[in-house]
Each structure stands twice: as structure tokens, then as C-alpha cells.
């Protein structure tokens, strides 16, 4: 008899900010095209169709790091000192090689962009509980142009950081809110 069964870890990223007065803002969804343009050029271009759209939310697939698949192993088999991924933790900065990241390029740690721990839960995508889904929203008292998020299992610096993903800037000012809901599959 032969198993043919493979886990895998997959992971997106939904972004929503809303203003002062609970509107939604619209926020850049860059395409394949995009972000190539931005990560190897250095140039976040905006408002092309060829390159992308506007929309009220951001959906994007994000990078299981290395150390991602490790902790996952170490918390299944009870392994290594991992600790709970629970933690979001967003930037300004973009990473060269997400895979083998260890931490953001650039965290946010002020202006009511520090990491903290997420609302957890396990939801529902293919089969019954296979997505942890974690959500947290951030209340600024400063601008950011956010350009990176992660999942961290520790809620004050350092860690391990399991998922990393960048994206064109969200622009926030002060009394914005943005909301991360970030999701792995097993």
C-alpha cells in the first residue's frame, strides 16, 4: 500500500483600511506585472491598468518562510521551542528573498503600528477547521505608507516568523484603521 498524502501550508492576506468616518479608502491591487515592476525596478507605479487596479481590499498569497515550515513541523510533533503563531506585525520595507526571511525588512514598532496578537480562530476553506484564520486591526496616530506584513509567534520583537508577504504601499494617516486578516491552510 502507498500513501500518497501531502501536506502542504498555504497562506493569503486580506488588507482593508478605513478612514475616520468608517469608509472604506481604495487601495492599490497590483498584478503579476506590478509587482515585478516594483520589486526588481524599484518603482511602485500606480493608476495603469496593465499594471494592476483599484479596489476596497487586498486579497494576496504570501511566502511560508523556511522558518515557517519548520515551526509548523516543530508544533505538530512537538519539537524545537516554537511557540504559537499568533502575532501580526506589519512594515515599510520589502524583503529580497521572502523564503528565507527572518524578520520584517522594516517594522512598524510606533504611531500605533506595533505588533500584537491577533484574534484567532479556525475556519472553514476545504474541509471542517483546516484555516487558522487570524485577525487584528491597527488604529494609527501617525502616516505610514505599509508596505509588508507577517505572521510572528512573539508579540513584542524577535520571534519566528513564519508567513511574510509585500505589497504596493497602503497609505494610512492618523485615526485610520487597518484591518489584516491573514489565513493558513493545512
Known amino acids: 500500500m502507498t500513501l500518497k498524502t501531502k501536506m502542504r501550508l498555504n497562506g493569503w492576506t486580506e488588507i482593508a483600511?478605513?478612514?475616520?468616518?468608517?469608509?472604506?479608502?481604495?487601495?492599490?491591487?497590483?498584478?503579476?506585472?506590478?509587482?515585478?515592476?516594483?520589486?526588481?525596478?524599484?518603482?511602485?507605479?500606480?493608476?495603469?491598468?496593465?499594471?494592476?487596479?483599484?479596489?476596497d481590499r487586498l486579497v494576496r498569497a504570501n511566502?511560508?518562510?523556511?522558518?515557517g515550515h519548520a515551526a509548523g513541523n516543530?508544533?505538530?510533533?512537538?519539537?524545537?521551542?516554537?511557540n504559537a503563531m499568533v502575532n501580526l506585525a506589519i512594515g515599510i520595507g520589502t524583503q529580497g528573498t521572502p523564503a528565507t526571511a527572518t524578520?520584517?525588512?522594516?517594522?512598524?514598532?510606533?504611531?500605533?503600528?506595533?505588533?500584537?496578537?491577533a484574534t484567532a480562530s479556525q475556519v472553514?476553506?476545504?474541509?471542517?477547521?483546516?484555516t487558522t484564520q487570524l485577525v487584528k486591526t491597527w488604529t494609527f496616530t501617525s502616516s505610514f505608507a505599509v508596505t509588508e506584513e507577517c505572521i510572528i509567534d512573539n508579540a513584542s520583537s524577535g520571534g519566528n516568523m513564519m508567513a511574510y508577504q509585500s505589497f504596493s504601499a497602503?497609505?494610512?494617516v492618523s485615526t485610520d484603521q487597518l484591518t489584516v486578516t491573514h489565513k493558513y491552510q493545512t
Open 17 to 55: 483600511v478605513l478612514d475616520a468616518n468608517g469608509r472604506r479608502k481604495r487601495l492599490w491591487a497590483e498584478n503579476a506585472l506590478g509587482r515585478y515592476i516594483r520589486r526588481h525596478l524599484g518603482m511602485d507605479l500606480k493608476g495603469w491598468f496593465l499594471l494592476g487596479n483599484w479596489t
Open 63 to 67: 511566502t511560508i518562510t523556511n522558518v
Open 74 to 82: 516543530g508544533r505538530i510533533s512537538n519539537q524545537g521551542s516554537y
Open 103 to 117: 524578520a520584517l525588512a522594516s517594522e512598524i514598532t510606533t504611531g500605533g503600528g506595533s505588533r500584537g496578537a
Open 124 to 130: 472553514t476553506t476545504t474541509v471542517t477547521n483546516d
Open 170 to 172: 497602503v497609505n494610512v
